[in-house]
Each structure stands twice: as structure tokens, then as C-alpha cells.
């Protein structure tokens, strides 16, 4: 047993049993084999003047360092980090009893992007707020549809918004598009000055250039419609073809 009052310098200091300290203690090194309890704050250095901290685990090369000259928290070797998990199975395992989330943002609680768990479905759900309440802007759903702007994806990719749903794919040159305009139709086609062309078994079948023009079997348009080919005209009611008309064209020759 130590017990000493006032200021006390030791050179070497080999303790084993306890010892209670009741007051401030400046040790500069410090080699511990046994259990530490702290009822107090630890601080390690002063504030703009600190060290590096090291916590080793029972697996080779597996520590935690804060290290003091670039201010970072770093796990080493097979450590991993649980947050509200007591048995972490990845470098960051995050669990909720509700519903676990991630949040990227500045200062203000207002702007942020997250990442949520959906408690009930098991939805994983991109969010963010901008200056306003949080709100869910893409949704991967249990069953891995994906649906933007609903959180409940009916088809392997769904689209729902107020005004013009759709996607756009762009090369830097050419821009296609498919969406729904507010004034409920729904459009195909490219918005730049260049053809909308259809393929089947990757062969282009058809093409509508880019003054409207329709090209059938050909890739060039002479006319509002130019077909290469067979074409059949028959009646709305007759489902044999005896009554149709085959017109067989030249090549480019216009309908």
C-alpha cells in the first residue's frame, strides 16, 4: 500500500495491488496488467497539445490508434467498428433496434443525406433533407426493385413524380428520354437533332429521323414514310387476309 499526501515524485513505481487516487495525477508513462476503472474524466494531453492513444485486442495486428499528429481514429489489422452492435461482422456495422441510419451532412441538422434501414419492410432508403424535413428519394426494396420517388416499387424499376417522370440517357452528344409530361402522355424519342431508332434481336428495324420522317427496312427516310420490303393492308375485321392487299416495294421506293 502507497499512500501519500502533497506532491510525491517516483522514479519507479511498481504497484500490485490497488491504488486510489483522489486527485490529479501526472504519470508519464504508465504499464498496466490489470483492470482500470475510471469514475472520472481521462484526458490525454491538453487542448492544441495531445498524444497518441493505443488499444490493442487478443488478435494479432488488431488495435485502435488515435493519432495525434493528423487528428484520426484509425482501427488496424482485423479490428472492426459496431455501432449499437455488440459482435460486428464488417469494418462498419451499424444496428438499430428501430431502424439503423447514416447521415452525411454539415453543421446544421437541416441539410443532410442519409441511409435507411425501413424498419418494417427492410427497405434501404436514400433520403436527404434541404433545409427542410427528410424525405425518401430512392428506395431499394427487399426483393431488390428499386423504385424513385415511391418507397413502394411495383415493377423492378418504378419511377413515380408530380411532373415529367422519366429518364434521360445521355453520351454527351445524343439524349434520349422516356417520360410521362404532365399533360399525361408519354413520350419516346431523342430531345437533340438526332433519329429514334427501334431494334429487335439487336438489328435496327425501324427509324424515325430527325425531322419525323419513318423508315421501315431502310435507314434512310425519302419521304413522310418510306418502306423496304412487304407491307400488308387488310381491314379491321377481317382476320384471314383474304381481303388484304400485299404491296411489295423496291428498295427506297415511298408509301
Not at 10 to 30: C, E, K, Q, Y
Amino acid at each position: 500500500k502507497v499512500t501519500s499526501t502533497g506532491t510525491s515524485v517516483f522514479a519507479s513505481l511498481d504497484i500490485s495491488g490497488d491504488i486510489d487516487v483522489d486527485g490529479t495525477t501526472n504519470l508519464d508513462i504508465v504499464d498496466i496488467d490489470g483492470a482500470v476503472q475510471l469514475d472520472a474524466t481521462l484526458s490525454v494531453g491538453v487542448n492544441d497539445t495531445g498524444y497518441d492513444v493505443k488499444f490493442f485486442g487478443d488478435t494479432a495486428s488488431a488495435y485502435m490508434l488515435w493519432d495525434a499528429s493528423t487528428d484520426d481514429l484509425i482501427l488496424g489489422g482485423a479490428s472492426q467498428l459496431g455501432i449499437g452492435a455488440t459482435s460486428p461482422t464488417a469494418p462498419l456495422h451499424v444496428n438499430s433496434s428501430s431502424h439503423p441510419q447514416i447521415k452525411f451532412g454539415g453543421d446544421s441538422s437541416l441539410y443532410y443525406w442519409g441511409l435507411d434501414r425501413e424498419a418494417s419492410a427492410g427497405n434501404l432508403q436514400f433520403t436527404n433533407a434541404n433545409n427542410s424535413s427528410e424525405v425518401v428519394r430512392m428506395t431499394i426494396a427487399a426483393d431488390g426493385s428499386v423504385g424513385i420517388g415511391t418507397s413502394s416499387p411495383s415493377t423492378k424499376l418504378s419511377i413515380l413524380s408530380g411532373t415529367n417522370a422519366g429518364i434521360s440517357v445521355n453520351d454527351g452528344t445524343v439524349n434520349t428520354i422516356l417520360y410521362n409530361t404532365s399533360s399525361a402522355n408519354g413520350s419516346l424519342g431523342t430531345t437533340t437533332n438526332h433519329p429514334m431508332a427501334f431494334l429487335s434481336n439487336n438489328a435496327e428495324r425501324m427509324r424515325i429521323d430527325a425531322s419525323g420522317k419513318v423508315a421501315i427496312g431502310t435507314t434512310t427516310a425519302t419521304a413522310t414514310l418510306t418502306v423496304e420490303g412487304s407491307a400488308v393492308a387488310k381491314t379491321d375485321t377481317d382476320t384471314s387476309n383474304t381481303g388484304s392487299v400485299t404491296l411489295d416495294f423496291a428498295a427506297n421506293q415511298n408509301f
